[in-house]
């Protein structure tokens, strides 16, 4: 694992983004992550853009929110699939 780490390849499910699989080495395979933060900062936003990074990778997501309705969901990953 740190021999990947090192080469710059995460040893887990890669994220969208370089940065974060530097310091993570990626998602790990059954494994929850709860995301927290002050309101109005994109923590769902943030999450729905990994969660369609991993189903475009033809992985299983399972995405919770608690702040957002499901028909706010639905049109939000609406209009980012058109943009």
């Known amino acids: 694992m740190m021999a990947k780490l090192a080469d710059g390849i ?3 499910i890669p994220t969208g983004f370089y940065k974060l699989n530097k310091i993570t080495g990626g998602y790990r395979n059954g494994c929850l992550y709860v995301i927290g933060a002050p309101t109005k900062v ?3 936003s943030w999450m729905a853009t990994e969660a369609r990074h991993l ?3 033809g992985r299983r997501v399972l995405f ?4 957002m309705s499901v028909e706010e969901l639905v049109k939000r990953n ?5 943009g």
């Not at 609406?78 to 058109?82: E, H, L, R, T």
């Open 55 to 57: 189903r475009k990778q």
């Open 64 to 67: 919770a929110s608690s702040e």
């Open 78 to 82: 609406a209009a980012a699939s058109i």
């Open 10 to 12: 995460p040893p887990g």
């Open 42 to 44: 994109g923590k769902t």
